[in-house]
């Protein structure tokens, strides 16, 4: 990563981040300006990178990580000092729960006045330690492309993830010489290759299963390795699940492939995992959701666990096969080697028997009320399974994983880990900017979509055409839920009593709204919705009491589901 500088001008710090970020090959950087970084948005007014500007600092980092998710290439932010900075800590939070490469520069005070409560003033390095890969603070000018350079390779390197440059505003006006950077990390050195021995260890794990199970994370898709990951589930046929973040590494369609896992995944993925007698865990971190239950998640299996962080190996499971690795490279030497003799297909026609019987359904046949699930098999069959398709937090969430039948990888934008309410609409912002040639549809909830739906404003300035569905059982639907079936019924400030306008409010943002209420014509109101070309927001007025199904209460194993027939 060495490169030449031909210029030796001097330069302020601002052009030298922009010149930074030129090397990096950013194609845009979301953002909303204050006095902390006046001097590097006078540097932005120039043009050279595109900048976007959203209306809240978690919106930017929101729609920095849509971007990101989208692409595979690192989002970029610039929030100013104090409250630009803190509104954006839970956009970056959310980046490092789910492994997503951000580069997000926060103002700062001017370096004398660091430490002693200037006028928007936070710490922002020791605010941040915790939920980034890595965080500077700029306090030498010449410093910053070195700085910057190491930044984006942390980033969008080994287990990516978000690393904070907060910038002193006097740095940005202070001159220096753009010297050449040689990237020299010697500390920080991530394992791609797999040991050879542990792979080969794994394929004679293989080689005398009854019962193989492959259990795919979203390192796969970090990896870009569900082309590799494919070609192995077809070779010897194994039954296949996902985590959340997982979805779209294998077709749901897909023979093998048996749905999600966990709290409100399949019957058939919930049992395999109980029952088979090795799994191979690729690119997944054993989140609680998945293993409510650690002494009882997978109990009779040899357990085998690619990941690129070795944090993550026996942190919640523990591991008989480890293998410190990039999920690509580790497929690549799977693939490499061949097993003779495999015979799991009763193994197999148990699975697919388990699907078959026990599917993701809801009821069909009643006429009173929509029901969300038919919106998004719907728009699933609208969209022929190929749009990039984002959601906020909460039940619909959980039904698109369910409904929706994914084809591809970095289809599905979501927030996992931290499970942040607010983070759909400039999340699908992000992730149409940054795939202009591909649909993006939203499925929100009335909840999360009134935590940033000022992120509307931007549709129009920037033509987005996105599709915003609005789910909306006038509650928060996740939470009724948990009230209706642990608490009593006793239904406490889940539900709204009264609500905005939503048809309206999308007008005074400058785009058409439309409300579906007739579940006798949701289709034809759905198909002629989507032929519209511009930015939309449908709203549909859903079931107010449907609950997603199946699903393993907390703190029970995986085979303790309820909901299933």
Not at 513 to 538: D, M, Y
């Amino acid at each position: 990563m060495e490169e030449t500088r031909t210029e030796k001008k001097a330069k302020n710090g601002s052009k030298l981040l922009i010149d930074a970020l030129l090397r990096q090959e950013v194609e845009m950087v979301f953002g909303y300006p204050g006095g902390a970084v006046l001097p590097l948005y006078d540097a932005l007014y120039d043009g050279e990178i595109p900048h976007i500007l959203t209306r809240h600092e978690q919106g930017a980092v929101h729609a920095a990580e849509g971007y990101a998710k989208a692409t595979g290439k690192p989002g970029v932010v610039i929030v100013t000092s104090g409250p630009g900075a803190t509104n954006a800590v839970t956009g970056i939070a959310d980046a490092m729960s789910d492994s997503i490469p951000l580069v997000v520069f926060t103002g700062q005070v001017v370096t004398s006045g660091i430490g002693k409560d200037a006028f928007q003033e936070a710490d922002m390095v020791g605010i941040t330690m915790p939920i980034t890969k890595n965080n500077y603070q700029v306090r030498d000018t010449k410093e910053l492309p070195r700085i910057i350079e190491e930044a984006f390779h942390i980033a969008t390197t080994g287990r990516k993830g978000p690393v904070v440059i907060d910038l002193p505003k006097d740095m940005t006006i202070i001159e220096a010489i753009d010297e050449k950077v040689v990237l020299n990390l010697p500390s920080y050195q991530p394992t791609i290759k797999p040991n050879k021995l542990q792979v080969k260890k794994l394929m004679d794990a293989l080689k005398t299963a009854k019962k193989p199970l492959v259990l795919v994370g979203a390192g796969v898709l970090h990896a870009n390795a569900s082309q590799e990951l494919v070609t192995f589930i077809d070779k010897y046929e194994i039954p296949t699940l996902s985590s959340l973040l997982g979805l779209g590494a294998v077709p749901t369609a897909h023979e093998q492939f048996l749905g999600m896992g966990g709290m409100h995944g399949s019957f058939a993925a919930n049992m395999a995992l109980t029952d088979c007698d090795l799994l191979i865990n690729i690119g997944s971190r054993f989140d609680d959701r998945l293993a409510s239950v650690p002494q009882e998640f997978a109990p009779n299996a040899t357990i085998a666990h690619i990941d690129i962080d070795p944090a993550e190996i026996g942190k919640i499971i523990e591991t008989d096969i480890p293998i410190v690795a990039d999920a690509k490279e580790t497929l690549k030497e799977m693939l490499e080697i061949d097993i003779e003799d495999h015979n799991w297909q009763d193994w197999k026609k148990l699975n697919i028997s388990r699907k078959k019987l026990h599917p993701f359904k809801y009821d069909k046949e009643q006429k009173e009320e929509i029901k969300p699930q038919k919106v998004i098999e719907f728009v699933g069959q609208l969209t022929n399974g190929e749009a990039i398709v984002t959601t906020d937090v909460g039940q619909h969430q959980m039904w698109v994983a369910q409904f929706y039948p994914f084809k591809n990888e970095k289809q599905l934008v979501t927030s996992g880990g931290l499970g942040t309410m607010g983070y759909g609409v400039p999340a699908a912002i992000g992730a149409k900017l940054g795939c202009p040639d591909k649909e993006v549809v939203l499925f929100v909830g009335d909840g999360g979509f009134q935590m940033t739906n000022q992120e509307l404003a931007i549709l129009n300035e920037y033509n987005i055409p996105i599709k915003i569905i609005i789910l909306n059982n006038q509650s928060l639907g996740m939470v009724r839920q948990w009230q209706e079936s642990f608490f009593g019924g006793r239904r406490s400030e889940s539900v709204f009593t009264t609500q905005p306008d939503f048809v309206k409010m999308a007008e005074a943002y400058h785009i058409k709204g439309l409300r579906i209420t007739n579940p006798e014509t949701v289709e034809a109101e759905l198909t002629e919705a989507f032929k519209e070309t511009g930015p939309l927001l449908i709203e549909v007025m859903v079931s107010q009491t449907e609950h997603v199904l199946p699903m393993v209460p907390a703190g029970k194993p995986n085979y303790q589901m309820i909901g299933v027939d």
